[in-house]
């Protein structure tokens, strides 16, 4: 039997970031209210769960407010440009395969300019995580509106209301070939710790679609009344995870987006098929 | 928000100031990407199209890649084509920037100059508008908001003179100017109208009689002509500058010239360097004409075509000359502009000492005393006739 002290220890113990993070490059650059930060946190509670060496890691961004991330944290960081974080990353573990490859990029990052590499990596099927920080804004640049910014909406380029229909990260990552796709939200940062552990030690290319509202434009273009109002509307009340949806019946299923993980699937990897193709090679001609 | 400016003196940043030119010119299609420091021209000129006070199509599209491909497109149709970038934006869109001058349609760029990775840096230097001098983009360079505004319309006129049809790039300094509230004199639309007059592409995609083709298959037969064309075309681009900016001199009082000259008649000693860092060289230059010491500036406005010539003759009298670069050509050989004005002195009977200093990278502030210590440099170097230091980094 353990003593009221000892149980409250265990339950109490904080978990300790500081490990993962460069705190003298702290204070970060997110707006009060962003979840970019929640998102972090539970990068980081996962990657610890997943015994993950941090030395053994390469996180890979491109440019906007998630791509800030890689100076924040004490692993291999790889900060490039606009888009081109997957196609980073791609060299990165090609060059080194035994590296944990993570890339942190923004629904603008990956999904416009980056658009192209988004599809190409999913399709070889090559091991690294994405996370997708979705937040339907252009918002190192002053809120335009991005390619997951849903129609009607508001952006300071879309003053009356968004025509453009958006992307779905995962149905796109899902038709790309990627093997394990998955959603999460900043405001279910348990769930999300665990959707993304899956993610970390699934072989493949995983994606996950982390909803995480920008209070400081989309926010404020869309009448939202405060960050948590916004979190409350668009990550709580407008998803329900995969496996509760599967009880409740279509209408209550309206306009809802899906939770945890959408599609998982086996099938080999890139650099693993490369190392093969080379071994085959070699034997032949031995 | 759409800034409302109207004519007589107004305060309004170098990127509002580009935005309200554009939405005075009122082209056909802009097609933008944001990225900083030159989002906010979009972003207010969006509120122009938002508020119907222009009839442009504006395409907000993926990537800077895609931006100019659509307004080579919509330029190839006949459009009028105005759009704006900076740094990494210029850099992908540099497979179209000689696209567009290839097929030799008239586009306006407006660039906020900024640093190119890496290291990621968002503020001001000319490397991005420097690694593009080769693209056979006509290029002005701006020291004040006022003279950015001024640039957008001249730029328009430059671009679509019939001699010369070819893109032109109107550059101003990230932060610096783009993002400083300057005092500046808007035109009337009346008067930016009759200034830029309509505009008839010469040859468009629309025209199903005609019926055109762009950038088609030339092979070692024909494809040196075009580009014989295009150089030639980018020669008369000089004279088209001088009979643009006499116009508009002569309409709305603001003189330009190829380059700017400030106190250089008699200086021995001078310093050359474009946009806003002229405006704290000649600080450095009344402070040091109060010592006695000779001392002048040459700022030059038109980079592409480089008016080598006018520059050489305006240089001549120097006994040394300091080129600033905010840029380097990595050749271990100093900046571009070095390059262009070193090589411009060389058909001098009697050549100016010419020296190169590379300052501001990456937004680096340039004081009055670093142009004072370059005054010095250059000064000691006229009275010995000998450069100690060829090209070196200074503001470190």
């Known amino acids: ?286 | 928000m759409a800034i409302t400016a109207t004519k007589g003196q107004t305060g309004l940043t170098g990127n509002s100031a580009v935005a309200y030119a554009m939405k005075q010119v009122n082209p056909d299609v802009c097609a933008a990407y944001p990225i900083t420091p030159s989002t906010q021209i979009v972003e207010d000129f969006s509120g122009y199209v938002a508020d119907g006070e222009v009839t442009t199509e504006l395409i907000t599209v993926e990537s800077e890649h895609s931006a100019m491909s659509a307004c080579i497109g919509a330029a190839a149709a006949g459009a009028r084509v105005m759009t704006a970038t900076s740094s990494q934006g210029l850099a992908l869109m540099w497979e179209m920037l000689y696209i567009a001058s290839g097929m030799r349609l008239p586009i306006v760029l407006a660039n906020v100059n900024r640093a190119l990775s890496a290291p990621i840096n968002i503020h001001c230097d000319h490397s991005d508008s420097m690694g593009a001098r080769d693209s056979g983009w006509v290029q002005l360079y701006s020291e004040t908001v006022q003279e950015a505004y001024d640039n957008v319309f001249m730029a328009l006129r430059i671009a679509e003179h019939k001699d010369v049809l070819l893109p032109a790039m109107v550059c101003l300094d990230g932060f610096i100017t783009s993002h400083a509230i300057e005092n500046i004199s808007l035109l009337d639309d009346q008067e930016v109208r009759q200034f830029i007059g309509s505009y008839s592409a010469k040859a468009s995609l629309l025209d199903i009689e005609g019926a055109p083709t762009f950038g088609a298959m030339t092979l070692p037969d024909t494809y040196i002509e075009f580009k014989r064309q295009q150089s030639e075309a980018m020669t008369r681009a000089k004279d088209a500058a001088i009979e643009v900016m006499k116009d508009f001199g002569k309409r709305f009082g603001r003189e330009y010239g190829l380059f700017e000259t400030y106190r250089l008649e008699d200086a021995e000693a001078a310093i050359v360097v474009l946009n806003s860092a002229a405006g704290t060289t000649k600080v450095a230059v009344d402070a040091l004409r109060k010592e006695g010491k000779k001392v002048g500036l040459l700022r030059p406005r038109l980079f592409r075509p480089f008016p080598w010539q006018e520059i050489a003759e305006a240089l001549k009298g120097a006994k040394a000359v300091a080129v600033l670069d905010r840029a380097d050509s990595m050749n271990a050989f100093g900046g571009p502009v070095f390059s262009e004005v070193r090589s411009a002195l060389y058909d001098l009977d009697s050549r100016p000492r010419v020296m190169n200093r590379i300052y501001g990278l990456g937004g680096r502030d340039y004081k009055v005393k670093d142009a004072v210590e370059v005054f010095n440099e250059a000064l000691k170097a006229a009275e010995t006739g000998r450069v100690d230091t060829l090209v070196k980094y200074i503001t470190l």
């Open chain 1, 1 to 286: 039997m353990s003593t009221i002290a000892e149980k409250k220890e265990k339950v109490s113990v904080p978990f300790d970031y500081n490990k993962y993070l460069r705190p003298n490059k702290l204070p970060h650059i997110w707006c009060p209210g962003c979840g970019h930060g929640i998102v972090l946190k539970a990068l980081l509670r996962a990657i610890d769960r997943a015994g993950l060496e941090k030395d053994n890691i390469c996180m890979v961004s491109g440019i906007g407010c998630s791509s800030r991330t890689p100076g924040y944290v004490d692993f291999n960081t790889l900060h490039t440009l606009h888009g081109r974080a997957m196609a980073f990353a791609t060299g990165v573990k090609l060059a080194k395969p035994e590296l944990k490859v993570i890339v942190i990029t923004g629904d603008g990052d990956a999904l416009a300019i980056g658009g192209n590499h988004f599809i190409h990596a999913c399709r070889r099927n090559i091991d690294m995580t994405v996370l997708v920080m979705t937040n339907s804004t252009y918002g190192m640049t002053g809120g335009q509106y991005s390619p997951t910014t849903p129609l009607d909406a508001i952006a300071t380029t879309s003053r009356y209301g968004n025509i453009e229909p958006p992307f779905d990260a995962c149905e796109m990552a899902r038709a790309s070939g990627a093997t394990f796709v998955a959603r999460g939200t900043a405001y279910h940062t348990i769930e999300l710790e665990r959707t993304i552990h899956d993610a970390l030690v699934h072989k493949g290319t995983s994606i996950v679609d982390v909803i995480d509202a920008c209070p400081t434009y989309f926010g404020r273009a869309n009448k939202y009344k405060s960050a948590t109002h916004m979190m409350e509307l668009i990550e709580k009340d407008g998803t329900v995870n995969v496996k509760q949806a599967e009880k409740l019946p279509p209408e209550k299923l309206e306009g809802k987006v899906l939770r945890g993980v959408l599609h998982k699937v086996e099938r080999p990897e890139y650099c693993e098929q490369y190392e093969n193709l080379i071994m085959q090679k070699a034997a032949a001609k031995k």
